[in-house]
């Protein structure tokens, strides 16, 4: 493989100093070959790429000829291959239906807490019957 000349350097877009630093916070990184670092780069450019055409084609952004953050998260959330994205692309909601959301799970934790505590009290019953039945 080659080594990296200044010209190769423009081959990629994604400044290899960032990706450096992103790759050294692994903890499996310790140290990094220029070769690794440039395909890497390269290969993230890639991706990034196709996941903005990707997005585009099967999105709005034709309509309104431009890609939106609906998009890229509609996109994470139904397309197989990028689904790994959806936590770091979620849907875009309002700040009223999120409170909303967040209230009717902190009802339904305590709704199963109270099944929970009912069952107990059904087991602990019966053992007890139990035990008096000996």
């Known amino acids: 493989a080659a080594r990296l000349s200044g010209g190769e350097n423009r081959l990629v ?3 290899l100093s960032r990706i450096r630093v992103i ?3 692994s903890p499996e990184g310790s140290s990094i070959n220029q070769d690794a670092l440039f395909l890497t ?3 993230t ?4 790429q196709y996941l903005a055409s990707y ?3 099967h999105g709005r952004g034709k309509e309104k000829n431009a890609l939106t953050y609906s998009d890229l998260s509609h996109t994470a959330e139904e397309c197989e291959t ?3 994205l959806a936590d770091i692309l ?3 909601i309002l700040a009223s239906k999120y409170l909303k959301m967040l209230e009717k799970e902190k009802q339904d934790g305590e709704l199963g807490e ?3 505590e009912d069952d107990e009290e059904e087991d602990d019953d019966e053992a007890v019957d139990e035990a008096v039945g000996s």
């Open 45 to 48: 450019e890639l991706f990034v």
């Open 90 to 92: 979620p849907k875009k």
């Open 23 to 25: 790759m050294k916070s």
């Open 41 to 43: 780069a390269k290969a």
């Open 82 to 84: 990028f689904q790994f």
């Open 55 to 57: 997005s585009y084609k």
């Open 114 to 116: 109270c099944d929970e």
């Open 13 to 15: 877009s994604l400044p």
